[in-house]
Each structure stands twice: as structure tokens, then as C-alpha cells.
């Protein structure tokens, strides 16, 4: 197609038509094809609409909610319902999924986005794309990259060292690429270290294509471009949206006065070309309304995590006993965030409706807040005391008031009016249970040591209610696990310091430890941990075993149902390196599997980490190593919860750093081939015993004297009057431990 077309057509066809098309070019037979808002849903604007006015679609349950499912098959079939969806509504690619980390629990965007662990996002991702894509229809994997707040979005930079970087904001990433091949990737609005994202060859070209070997489309997220020619040479392919008639004539004038080397537009456009193509190999299709609003449901049900069940007061039984629903959110349920996800459900289940269908016994109801009441209103605290009361058990739904894409939250707090209503209540009953809906997490201390049971409900989407009625009433056992820490208070959470930033800059200062990372390495107590969660059985772990193989390692532990219940297990396996050369987390997720069993049964659990799940970025030499040594592998049912250890050796990567003249004695000696060169050069002067350098050389094996001089770099010990190096001699020192 680009041959055919001129740098004028090339230009047109690498901005969009519209706002949600490509562009068109009859003269060469290109059609344009849609591109719309996911990745909950198909957010298909509607016809005459206001932009966030979709078409009816499903809405399934949010990445913040999908995430505590632990569960990728789930997330695939996920994928397979939204490209049925997509190919009903003619739908070439569908925005999402979003693979950004939780830095912060006061992200915007963090319903959007899966979980503060990047091995746990990535697994997830992965699946999505695959479900999505198995349908003809193209996943935009984004907002890459670090792209973790909502303030100052369009402009901020942010600053993070490279491992921190590849470890941590780039991984997920890396493995959505590798293992799946998302059709596009979306460049995010920030600046990475003050370039642009739009902009940043080394993201988009060197590490995107030329590393991760990516064969897609880039495409920028939706006004994210501030210069189409910078953008172009750095590897953009797609700009959005469109038409940019400005922006073409620029990138013609720039190609034509060779300001832009004419073969990057081409390729560009290439890439528009292929993606056409592929989109048009789709069939039409349609979707089972129905059957997807049962999908949507079964998610919901266990996305839902149990943080407290004192008393065993859930599961509510389904007669002979009252029950007070207390709370508009259960009325009026929130179900997603707001933005550019928001969708149109086909249909809307409320907890109230399903509540009152799954008992016999009677249902009250008072609202006790309105939907947008922040303050509380003491008329209906009074009424909703009153209902809880005269009921045997209060049911209490509360959560946040609104979370939307563009703006950041300030508190980890529930609304005061919802404050208010869990001390009322559970005053006037005992025997409460608490529901949370929430994009991210809240803070939960102290008020919910006034309370028996506790369920995070997350935002589940459009079949939410009926989940959260399969839950409280135990048709569905719940197997929900947190993918992010739930903080006793803000200002315990690694990023407190670093988040938002300022002028233009967020500093990434936590570097490494994002998340339980950061709080296991400071000891620090949390409410409820990474990967916690509860069940209305038991489980109990026998001995674990680890082995080593070519690509990785194999675990395997018997699980044990050990109560009276069917239920479903998440498995996780921690990793860590004690004595590590480098800093590391005290441990890291590695592998995990959500495994149903049956009461009274066991079964072996089989899970494998990837041996390239257990490197580290060496900065030195600009790649992944595998450190070798005795690694501990903890098996378990969070990253608090340890229920099996054991120890097995890693053999390391052939990775070498180089010496150089700036490289320390210490560093020479640590170094076999350095260590044998240099102590012979030290033994020569030694030998020597009468020079001045003889006599320094002999000082080397005392260990006292040793420690003072191991950080001094070689080129400066030669300096040293009485040296036994001579400054002639490094050069051959350095080419011989090199070589």
C-alpha cells in the first residue's frame, strides 16, 4: 500500500479520519476501520451521542475487581465475550487492556488498571489479549509506559531509575508483547526522564521493537502528540484522533526538505496499512446478551474478596432470619469508574433486588446517605439505626463516592457520611456485615474492628448485585484475593513521599519496592496484605518441593480443602535471594494458581516460574541476569501467609561486568580473573621488598588495610606516591582481564 501512496497520502493515513476511525483512501483501496474505548466493555459512541454516551453493551466487571480473581482463564474467556462484542459492533480494535502498576492507591485510573505486581498483571494481560484476539479483533495494550497518575497527566515526567523501570513499569509489558502480540500499543501522555512518550525512540523503537520484537501498530492515546514528526521518528505510528490536516502538511514539508528520513513515514503508514488488512479478515458476528451478563456475573462473584468473617456470621442463611440493607450503594449500585471506559449495560443488577429474591425471611431497606452525600444527614442515619435494629443482621453498603479518569484522589478514606453509618449501624447490631464498593483501596481502620464481616465488592460491573447476592448467601464460595495492599494509613505506603511531585516532575523514590515489596522491606504492618483474601472454608498446605529445571523452576505442593465446603484456592509462590548482590524485595510474586477442590480432598498443585521471571536488570551491562545461588521459595495464601518453604539452587547467567580502570580494588579482587591479576602484579612488587612500592604492595594483605583501600578506584591507587602500580600498567591490566 505505501508504494502506491504519495508523502502527502502517507502523512494523511498516519492520523485518524475522526475521532474513532482511521483514515480513508478510496484510490488505494484502504477502508478506515474503529478503533473504541475498552477494556471493561465496548464503549461504541452512539450515533448523534455526546462523546461518553455509548451503545448498549456489556459491562463487565473492571480490571481493579477481574485482577482478584488471580484467575487467567477466567480473563480469557473475558477476551473472547468483548471480540464478540467488538465484532457485532464492527469493532477493529478495542482499547485496552491497561497494564499500568498501582504505584499509588490514590490513582485515578487504578480501577482500570490490575494490580501493584507485575507478574501478576502480566499473566493476567496476557490472557485478555488472547481471548480478545482470538476473535479477529486487535487489543491496544497500554498507556505505555508509567503512567500511574492522573494529575498533570498530559504533561508530567516521570523520573525513574532503569532497573526500577524494567523491573517494575516495563515488565507487564514486555510480557503482553512477547507472549501475545497485542495488534497496537498505545503510547501514554506522559514524559518518561522529561521525553515525551509519543516521543521516546528508545521506548516505541529500541526497546518495543527492536528488543521485544513487537510487529504491531504504536498508536498514541488520544491527543497525546505534541509533535507528529518528532513522533514518527521515534517509532509512532498512529496519531488520534483525527483528521490532522496541519500535522500531515507538516510531516509532507518534512519528508520533502529531508528534515524526516522518508523510509520511517513509510513504514509507519505500513503499519497502518497491515493492521487495515488484518482488521478486514474479521468476520461479522453477533453476541448472546444474556450469556454474557451470566460471564459478567461469574467474574463479579469471584472478584469478590472476604477480608473478615468473625463468627462465621456469613454466609447469610436464606430463611428464618431478618435482614436491614442499609445503604443507597445497594439501591443504586457503582459499578464502574467514570471516563473513557464508562459503559451502557444492557443490563443492571442491584444488590437490594438480589437480596430480597435470595431469602424468604424479610428485607428492610434504608438508604442512609444519598448517592452523591458526602456530609452525613442525621434523618437518615437516624432511619438507618432504626431498620438495623429491629433486623437480626445489617447488611451495610458503603464505598466511595466517584472515581474517574483525570483526577487523582487525596484520601484512602470512605466518605464522612459513610463513616458515619458503619458506627451507627453496628451500634444498633451487632452482627453486621460491611460492603464496599470502591475503584481502589480505602482505608479501613478503625472502623472495621466495630464489625463482624467485611466483604470488599470492589466495582463489578453490570451483574455486580446478583455476585454480591451469590456471595453473602454462599452460592458462590468466595475465592477473591487482594491484588494490592490494603495500608493501615496513607502515609505508611511506599510512594506517600513521591506522589503526585511537583512542577512538572514525580519522582519515582521508592524505586524497586512498589507495593508489599516496600512494605515487607520495612516491616511495615498493613491492614490486609497482597494476595489476602478469606473463604468460607479451609485450606490447609503439606510440603513443597521445588526443582530446577532449563527453563525455570517447577513447584508443586498438596493443597487440602480441610473444611466442609467445595471451595477454590489461590496458590502463590514468593521468591527471594538472601545475601543477593544487588537490593531486592524480601520476596516476589513469581507464580500463582487459582485451583477449585473439593471438601476433604487434596490436590498436588503444579506451578512453574519462567526462568527469565527470576532476573534482575543489570545495569552495568544493560540486560537481564539470572543470579545464581540458594533461592527460597515460599509457598503460601498471601504474601503474609507462608505455608511451606524450601531452598534449591539457581545456576547464574554467564554474565560478566568488565573491569576498568575506575573499577575498585575491591571490585578487582571480587573479580577471579582481576583477583589473579592483580595479586600478581601486587606479588611482583612485594617481591621488591626494599622499593617503596614493595613496601605499600605489603601493607595489601593486611585485612584492615584492605578495607580502607577496596573502594579506591584502580586509577587513583596509581596515582598514590609508592604505587605498585605504575599508570602504564593499567591499560594492560584491563585488556588482559577483559580478554
Given amino acids: 500500500m505505501s508504494s502506491e501512496l504519495s508523502t502527502a497520502e502517507q502523512a494523511a493515513v498516519t492520523s485518524g479520519g475522526d475521532f474513532w476511525h482511521t483514515s480513508a483512501v478510496e484510490s488505494a483501496g484502504l477502508p478506515a476501520v474503529t478503533l473504541t474505548d475498552g477494556p471493561h466493555g465496548v464503549r461504541m459512541q452512539a450515533a448523534g451521542g455526546d462523546l461518553l454516551a455509548g451503545v448498549p453493551a456489556t459491562c463487565f466487571p473492571p480490571a481493579v475487581a477481574s485482577a482478584s480473581t488471580w484467575d487467567p482463564e477466567l480473563l480469557r474467556r473475558m477476551g473472547e465475550a468483548l471480540g464478540d462484542e467488538c465484532r457485532a459492533q464492527d469493532v477493529a480494535v478495542l482499547l485496552g487492556p491497561g497494564v499500568n502498576l498501582k504505584r499509588s492507591p490514590l490513582g485515578g485510573r487504578n480501577f482500570e488498571y490490575f494490580s501493584e505486581d507485575p507478574i501478576l498483571t502480566g499473566v493476567l494481560a496476557t490472557e485478555w ?36 523501570l524494567r523491573e517494575m513499569y516495563l515488565r507487564a509489558f514486555q510480557r503482553v508483547v512477547t507472549r501475545s502480540q497485542p495488534w497496537t500499543v498505545m503510547c501514554a501522555y506522559n514524559k518518561i526522564n522529561g521525553v515525551y512518550a509519543s516521543e521516546n525512540r528508545w521506548l516505541l523503537t529500541e526497546v518495543l521493537r527492536d528488543e521485544w520484537g513487537f510487529e504491531g501498530l504504536v498508536v498514541s492515546d488520544w491527543g497525546a502528540v505534541v509533535d507528529r514528526v518528532k513522533a514518527i521518528a521515534a517509532g509512532l505510528d498512529l496519531t488520534m484522533p483525527g483528521p490532522d490536516a496541519a500535522g500531515d502538511a507538516t510531516l509532507r514539508d518534512a519528508v520533502e526538505e529531508g528534515r524526516l528520513e522518508p523510509g520511517l513515514l513509510r513504514a509507519s503508514a505500513e503499519r497502518v496499512r497491515a493492521l487495515v488488512e488484518k482488521a478486514g479478515q474479521r468476520p461479522a458476528g453477533g453476541y448472546d446478551a444474556a450469556a454474557h451478563h451470566a460471564l459478567a456475573r461469574e467474574i463479579a462473584g469471584r472478584a469478590i474478596v472476604l477480608l473478615k468473617n468473625e463468627g462465621d456470621l456469613l454466609p447469610l442463611p436464606g430463611s428464618g432470619v431478618s435482614i436491614a440493607v442499609i445503604g443507597e450503594f445497594a439501591r443504586t449500585p457503582r459499578y464502574q469508574g467514570g471516563g473513557s471506559s464508562q459503559i451502557t449495560p444492557t443490563q443492571l443488577d442491584d444488590a437490594l433486588t438480589q437480596i430480597q429474591a435470595a431469602t424468604s425471611a424479610g428485607v428492610t431497606f434504608a438508604p442512609g446517605y444519598t448517592v452523591e452525600g458526602a456530609e452525613p444527614d442525621e434523618a437518615l442515619l437516624a432511619e438507618a439505626a432504626a431498620t438495623a435494629q429491629a433486623a437480626d443482621i445489617a447488611v451495610v453498603f458503603v464505598g466511595t463516592v466517584h472515581e474517574t479518569e483525570g483526577a487523582d484522589r487525596d484520601s484512602l478514606d470512605l466518605p464522612a457520611a459513610h463513616l458515619a453509618l458503619i458506627e451507627r449501624v453496628a451500634a444498633a447490631n451487632p452482627r453486621t456485615v460491611v460492603v464496599l464498593s470502591n475503584g481502589a483501596v480505602l482505608a479501613t481502620k478503625p472502623w472495621d474492628e466495630s464489625v463482624p464481616a467485611l466483604v470488599e465488592g470492589w466495582l463489578l460491573g453490570q451483574a455486580g448485585g446478583s455476585a454480591l447476592a451469590d456471595v453473602l448467601f454462599g452460592r458462590v464460595n468466595p475465592s477473591g484475593r487482594l491484588a494490592e495492599t490494603i495500608p493501615l494509613k496513607l502515609s505508611d505506603h511506599p510512594s506517600y513521599l513521591d506522589f503526585p511531585g511537583e512542577h512538572g516532575h514525580v519522582r519515582y523514590g521508592e524505586g524497586i519496592h512498589v507495593g508489599y515489596r516496600g512494605f515487607d522491606a520495612r516491616e511495615q504492618a498493613v491492614a490486609y496484605p497482597f494476595g489476602f483474601g478469606l473463604s468460607y472454608t479451609t485450606f490447609g498446605y503439606g510440603a513443597a518441593t521445588a526443582t530446577a529445571t532449563a527453563t525455570g523452576v517447577e513447584v508443586r505442593v498438596p493443597v487440602t480443602n480441610t473444611g466442609r465446603r467445595d471451595g477454590r484456592e489461590v496458590v502463590q509462590v514468593y521468591v527471594s535471594l538472601p545475601g543477593s548482590r544487588v537490593r531486592r524485595a524480601p520476596r ?139 599508570a602504564g600498567q593499567l591499560d594492560k591490566l584491563v585488556s588482559e582481564a577483559n580478554d
Avoid at 487489543?139 to 525513574?160: C, G, P, W, Y
Fill in 129 to 164: 489479549v488472547r481471548g480478545l484476539q482470538s476473535r479477529g479483533v486487535g487489543a491496544s495494550l497500554k498507556h505505555f509506559a508509567v503512567n500511574s497518575q492522573e494529575t498533570d497527566r498530559m504533561r508530567i515526567s516521570a523520573d525513574v531509575d532503569e532497573r526500577t
Fill in 588 to 726: 516476589e510474586l513469581k507464580a500463582f494458581a487459582s485451583v477449585e477442590i473439593p471438601a476433604g480432598e487434596t490436590t498436588e498443585v503444579v506451578l512453574t516460574i519462567d526462568r527469565e521471571d527470576l532476573a534482575y536488570w543489570e545495569t552495568r551491562l544493560g540486560r537481564w541476569v539470572v543470579e545464581g545461588g540458594t533461592y527460597h521459595v515460599a509457598v503460601g495464601a498471601s504474601s503474609r501467609d507462608i505455608r511451606s518453604e524450601v531452598t534449591l539452587e539457581v545456576p547464574a547467567d554467564a554474565a560478566r561486568v568488565p573491569l576498568t580502570a575506575e573499577s575498585s580494588v575491591g571490585e578487582w579482587f571480587a573479580d577471579p580473573r582481576g583477583a589473579e591479576l592483580l595479586g600478581a602484579a601486587f606479588a611482583a612488587a612485594t617481591a621488591d621488598a626494599g622499593t617503596e612500592g614493595g613496601q605499600m604492595a605489603a601493607l595489601t594483605a593486611d585485612p584492615a588495610m584492605m578495607m580502607m583501600l577496596g573502594s579506591l578506584p584502580l586509577s587513583r591507587m596509581a596515582t598514590f606516591p609508592g604505587s605498585p602500580l605504575r
